[in-house]
């Protein structure tokens, strides 16, 4: 057993968005040198959740480590549909910002995907405007989805080859599964993988998740995926994040993934962490289509 826990490798989000950010650093700075400003994100919270806002923060904290300029706009939980989207005109009008994003989850009232069709495209850092969508179907240029992309992004730091495995998504949600599946199957390079696409319908999960070389898993349920579902070798990209409470931890709380870490690491080539896996590669994607904004 302690042989083959030895034998993963971890597919490290924090270093690897540490050292792209390095670089965004400098060309941050040199965005301000030719425009007289540097490359300015918005980010738009409605209410006061607490993940939400804990999200928010450390995008804006971020942005600052990278000399971006940063805005946070708090509205109330009870902002009306059409007072959000009088804010969001303001926003695509203001020459001064180059980016913005509206974190999700909205409040009921309020339809999200109206929402996102208001943002305009050219402003749409998190990629999620159905233009930006068509666009990377297309493999047209855009803005890639920021957790997808810090997936492809990650892939590529650590040379995990891709080309010909077959990749299995477990999560078909619009802004992690059914986006990393088509970035996954694009003829590029991380890519050209053969994809398998499962979600809450799927039949005998376990039978396809073995199948897996690369599993990218986001279905958003704590540990589901666990050791007996998995195949020596596998390359593991583990989405979900969930606070889950312990008395035993000063915080009174720890962090799981979708994966149970200990069984399916021990069987595993590569595999993310959690917390320091694809969380900060998500941040960094999101700095990285702010900059490309500003450039445009
Ligand atoms: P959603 O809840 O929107 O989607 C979950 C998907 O998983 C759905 O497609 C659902 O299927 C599928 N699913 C649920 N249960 C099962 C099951 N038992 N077997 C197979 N498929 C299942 O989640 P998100 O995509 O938004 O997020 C997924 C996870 O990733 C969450 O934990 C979230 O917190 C985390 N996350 C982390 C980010 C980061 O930066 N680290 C960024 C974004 C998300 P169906 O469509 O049939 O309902």
Redesign the pocket.
């Known amino acids: 057993m302690d042989q083959q826990v030895a034998a993963y490798r971890l597919l490290d989000g924090k270093r690897c968005s540490d050292s792209l950010k390095e670089r965004i650093a400098i060309e941050a700075a040199e965005v301000k040198l030719m425009r007289g400003r540097a490359p300015h994100l918005a980010a738009v919270l409605v209410g006061d959740d607490g993940a939400s806002r804990t999200y928010v923060e450390a995008k804006v904290k971020a942005c600052e480590s990278v000399g971006f300029r940063s805005t946070l706009v708090r509205l109330p939980a009870t902002t009306s549909e059409d007072a959000l989207l009088a804010r969001i005109d303001e926003l695509n009008r203001d020459p001064e910002l180059d980016g913005f994003i509206v974190q999700l989850p909205l409040p009921k009232h309020i339809d999200a995907d109206k929402v996102m069709l208001f943002i305009d495209p050219r402003k749409d850092v998190d990629g999620f405007h159905p233009v930006n969508v068509g666009n990377m179907v297309l493999g047209q240029p855009g803005f890639l989805p920021a ?1 997808p992309a ?1 997936i492809v992004e990650l892939l590529r730091h650590y040379g995990v080859a891709t080309s010909g495995k077959h990749c299995v998504v ?4 619009n ?3 059914t986006p990393v599946s088509i970035l996954m199957s694009r003829n590029a390079e991380p890519g050209n993988c053969t994809v398998t696409l ?5 039949r005998d ?1 376990a039978s396809i998740t073995r199948q897996a070389d690369i599993l990218i898993i ?4 704590p540990e ?1 995926i666990t050791g007996d579902m998995v195949k020596e070798g596998v390359v593991v990209v583990d ?4 606070r889950i409470e312990d008395a035993t931890r000063k915080s009174g709380f720890r962090l799981l993934g ?1 994966a149970r870490f200990s069984e399916v690491a021990a069987k595993a080539s590569w595999i993310t962490p959690v917390p320091g896996g ?2 900060p ?2 941040i960094v994607s999101l700095l990285q289509n702010t900059l490309k904004a500003a450039r445009q």
Request: hydrophobic share 40%; proline share 0%.
């Open positions: 957790t810090g477990v999560g078909r949600s802004i992690v599964g499962a979600h809450s319908r799927t999960l986001a279905a958003g349920k589901m989405v979900g994040i969930h979708d694809v969380g590669m998500t």
